[in-house]
Structures are given as C-alpha cells and as structure tokens.
Nanobody, 122 residues
C-alpha cells in the first residue's frame, strides 16, 4: 500500500506564500508520478500541477503557471508545491496524489493524501 501525508497548509494574506509537503510511505515514491489537485467548496477536483517520476517533466494549470512550482525529492520520499503570489481564488483543500503514470485528471491517480486546507485572505 501507499500512504501519502500532507502538511504545510494554513491561512495567508493575498500575495503571500506557502510550501506544501507530501510524504510517502509503503512503496518507493520514486516509481510514481505525482500530482497536486485542489477542491474548493461546491467544485470538482481541479488539476494544479504534476511531475514525472524522475522530476524531469512538470505540468501546470494555466491558473497557477508562473506562481506555483512542483518539485520532488525521491531520496526523502517527498513531493512539494511552492505557492507564491497567492490569490483568494487559490483557497481550497489541496491534495497530493500518486500513480504509476502521470496524468492531469483526478481519475488518473490511485493514491491520495488526506488534503490540507489553504485559505488566502484579501
């Protein structure tokens, strides 16, 4: 089994920054593509960013491109999402997810973290 545990969420003012972390256990995280998704109240899971198993390929939603950065450290079994220039519309529960293949839809990922709340105030 694969377990993903997230941390780093919180309350920040618009224009501020947060760094989300996701720690993996159970299987070697280096064999999995990883993604970040977010879900605001009343909305479906929204793709945010994804990274290949090697870290050589990254993908971003247009809404966060240039502001967010996804990275991974396979030696530590962790994936990160650095969020800068945060906007109120970024407020959501953020989830990390993993699968054997990289994807940009929630259905493409088998393993999920518990989610961490990010709230951006104006």
């Amino acid at each position: 089994q694969v377990q993903l545990v997230e941390s780093g969420g919180g309350l920040v003012q618009a224009g501020g920054s947060l760094r989300l972390s996701c720690a993996a256990s159970g299987r070697r995280i280096s064999t999995y593509a990883m993604g970040w998704f977010r879900q605001a109240p009343g909305k479906e899971h929204e793709f945010v960013a994804a990274i290949s198993w090697s870290g050589g390929s990254t993908y971003y939603a247009d809404s966060v491109k240039g502001r967010f950065t996804i990275s991974r450290d396979n030696a530590k079994g962790a994936v990160y999402l650095q969020m800068n220039s945060l906007k109120p519309e970024d407020s959501a529960v953020y989830y990390c997810a993993g699968d054997s293949r990289l994807g940009t839809t929630a259905e493409a990922y088998e393993y999920w973290g518990q989610g961490t709340q990010v709230t951006v105030s104006s």
